[in-house]
């Protein structure tokens, strides 16, 4: 324990700056010493100076902590850290009394390891799952009026990508904004891409590319912050890192998820020499179908003419059997027909006789036969 | 007579034909009607060539304008 002094004005105490810093000071460094994770920025080193100063920021929100650690620790730590790159950090607060600065002093300092990225990760996943984010998936334009292209600028993987659009589809329209895709600034290089892309006019789908990495070189891509853009992102994101396990949040949150960049590539545009071919055989078959429907048509066409001309004569055949069956009967019944069995009809003046007793000898009669018919005179009646 | 269209004719002439099945016609009636129903089927006989002449001419006209 430290005593501070007060000064006493009448019933007021007052204490003096440096009596104040004091006192607070003591009161932070009763607090225990315990570990604070963040990513390393503005690293100051300078062989002259007795501590090395760096600002550790929290990724999240950007909050801020100044740390400090004695050069000679810092240096046979051997740590070669970088900017951004993320730490655990051993030590507890501290204030600088002659400033009145707070910051940690810190103790140790570890290199955030494999171990602590996975299980980083594997929380990220699992609450980034529980709020839906992976599951939103939207369905590819069938042909992009512009692409967005966020890669590397010089990977093969931005190659790939524009070698396999153009030979596919050569008419394709590209938007490719280069960034960084690795290191402690890929994650807000590339949501600053994706942005810039996305918002760009006519873009339809964004491709975001790399070509493969480590496991540490891939995890921009599983960032928090990234992993929400792609989810914001007003069109569909295809994310194409070439990898070939630990699938990065990007492939999880992105609508379609390619292999490679050049597995993207041929999802986001048809092949126009396919699409050409495809196009000609419906039009073939279209043609086809048409003449087909003519030639029935005409077929059935000609089938009503036929009906059309026939129907007069089948009319006409009709009238004429049933006209033909009457004549028939006529006939049948035609006092000629009698005649012709040989049978005649006696007529006197133009009487029919019935009787013998209607005649007398001598009288004239007129016989009629089945053919042709004579005169003749009465000899003698029975 | 020619003045009478097929169907009247036609319908004389079976009007004739069930009068002399009947067999209630006297002899001088059914010779009558017969001679009559024997003019009637001439005559029908000739409307029914007439109209089938007309037909096919008419299809031949319609063949000949065919492309």
């Known amino acids: ?5 007060a000064i006493q004005y009448g019933d007021r105490k007052v204490y003096s700056v440096a009596s104040f810093n004091r006192g607070v000071a003591d009161w932070l460094s009763r607090l225990p010493t315990i570990w604070v994770e963040g990513e390393v920025t503005e690293l100051r080193r300078n062989p002259r100076w007795q501590s090395v100063f760096f600002t550790l920021k929290d990724p999240s929100d950007g909050a801020c902590l100044g740390v400090t650690i004695a050069r000679s620790r810092f240096d046979a730590l051997r740590l070669d850290l970088r900017d951004g790159e993320r730490v655990h950090v051993y030590g507890r607060p501290e204030l600088f009394e002659a400033k009145g600065d707070f910051r940690m002093r810190a103790l ?4 955030f390891g494999l171990g602590d990225h996975l299980a980083a990760l594997e929380r990220l996943k699992q609450k980034l799952a529980a709020e839906g984010v992976f599951e939103r998936k939207r369905p590819l334009p069938f042909l992009p009026r512009r692409i967005g292209l966020v890669t590397g600028n010089d990977a093969a993987a931005k190659r790939d990508v524009l070698t396999t659009i153009t030979t596919r589809f050569p008419a394709a329209q590209l938007v490719v904004a280069e960034t960084y895709v690795q290191g402690p600034f890929a994650a807000t290089a590339m949501i600053d891409a994706l942005r810039e892309v996305s918002a760009a006019p006519d873009v339809d789908v964004v491709v975001l590319a790399r070509g493969g990495g480590s496991f540490e070189d891939l995890l921009p891509f599983s960032d928090e912050r990234l992993v929400r853009a792609i989810a914001a992102c007003p069109v569909p994101v295809v994310s194409a890192v070439g990898h070939e396990q630990d699938t990065p949040l990007s492939d999880l949150v992105a609508d379609v998820r390619a292999s490679t960049p050049t597995a993207a590539a041929r999802l986001v545009v048809p092949d126009a020499a396919e699409l050409s071919a495809r196009l000609d055989r419906a039009r073939a078959t279209l043609a086809r179908g048409a003449a087909g ?15 059309l001309r026939r129907a007069p004569l089948l009319m006409l055949e009709r009238k004429r059997a049933a006209l033909e069956h009457s004549a028939g009967r006529l006939r049948a019944l035609s006092p000629k027909a009698t005649l012709e069995r040989g049978y005649a009809i006696v007529r006197t003046e133009a009487e029919i006789v019935r009787s013998s007793d209607e005649l007398a000898r001598g009288a004239r009669v007129d016989v009629e036969l089945g053919a042709g018919g004579f005169g003749a005179t009465v000899e003698d009646t029975r | 007579m020619s003045e009478a269209t097929f169907e009247k004719a036609q319908r004389e002439l079976e009007t004739i034909v069930q009068r002399l099945e009947s067999g209630d016609a006297s002899l001088d009636e059914a010779i009558t009607l017969w001679e009559r129903g024997e003019e009637l089927y001439r005559v029908c006989s000739e409307k029914l060539d007439a109209a089938h002449g007309r037909i096919e001419e008419l299809a031949r ?6 492309p």
């Open chain 1, 108 to 111: 140790s300092l570890e290199r």
């Open chain 1, 293 to 307: 429907t003519l030639d029935r048509e005409r077929r059935r066409l000609d089938v009503a003419r036929d009906h």
């Open chain 1, 1 to 5: 324990m430290v005593k501070v002094e």
């Open chain 2, 61 to 66: 006209r319609v063949e000949a304008v065919k």
